[in-house]
């Protein structure tokens, strides 16, 4: 499933690039400040799972290519390894320090983002809108948690079967929208980036159909990052 995905969006890119009026290419690299939210399910346990959910940092980085189809439009698809998750802190019993648990959730995601990038200004500095869908799939990560004075840090492990019904699910579709600024600078463009990624898919897959009572958790992410783009015009 991975590999049509990321098929299609080279197809995609493909076909852009022969229409385009210019092509300009290079590294990104970044932060993500990254939480999950219950978004459906029981009321009660959205609101208090929503409550505990804090933002995590880490890292992004990876390529970029954008096709100018014009002075003001283009299409840039990225490939970049993105770092999300969530942190948490709870107690088991209340005022009893001794009872906190924290948590901490890394994921680390092959992010392939598909934008439509509108720009505008002059030509050394230009301001830009992005949005577009995204597809990620889930490589790895690491889990954390602390209680009473005791540390535990586990690798990920994926179910390959159902398990009482349910796996993680691997593969996310979502959309991305941002805003930034332009600066040519040498050979290319000084590019910063501010985005919002909204989740759309569950982090839980299940074998029928997901239980009315089950929330269906999916990725908040907002990303700063910074990006240098070498030829276009």
């Known amino acids: ?15 852009v690039a022969a229409e385009a009026q210019s092509v300009s290419f290079g590294p990104r690299i970044g932060v993500n400040f990254a939480t999950v939210r219950a978004v459906e399910g029981d009321d009660d346990f959205r609101e208090e799972f929503n409550d505990e959910m804090e933002f995590s940092t880490g890292a992004q980085f990876g390529a970029v290519v954008n096709f100018g189809i014009s002075d003001v439009f283009s299409i840039q698809p ?26 901490k959730f890394k994921m680390n995601y092959l992010e392939v983002p598909v934008l439509a990038k509108i720009s505008f200004g002059g030509d050394k500095v230009q301001g830009f809108v992005t949005a577009g869908p995204t597809v990620s799939y889930w490589m790895n990560g690491k889990l954390k948690t602390s209680f009473a004075g005791e540390k535990e840090e586990e690798d990920i492990e994926f179910q390959d079967d159902y398990e009482d019904g349910a796996k993680q699910n691997r593969l996310d579709f979502g959309a991305s929208v941002g805003v930034g600024m332009a ?17 759309l898919s569950d982090m839980t897959k299940y074998e029928e159909d997901r239980p009315s009572e089950e929330p269906k958790n999916a990725h ?9 783009l070498f030829g276009g015009k």
Request: net charge negative.
């Open 1 to 15: 499933m991975k590999k049509f995905y990321l098929f299609l969006v080279a197809v995609m890119g493909m076909a």
């Open 183 to 199: 600066y040519r600078l040498g050979a290319g463009a000084l590019n910063l980036d501010v985005r919002y990624g909204h989740g």
């Open 220 to 228: 908040r992410t907002i990303g700063v990052s910074l990006a240098y």
């Open 78 to 103: 990225e490939v970049l390894y993105s770092q999300r998750g969530f942190e948490a802190n709870t107690s088991l019993l209340e005022d009893d320090p001794m009872g906190d648990i924290s948590v």
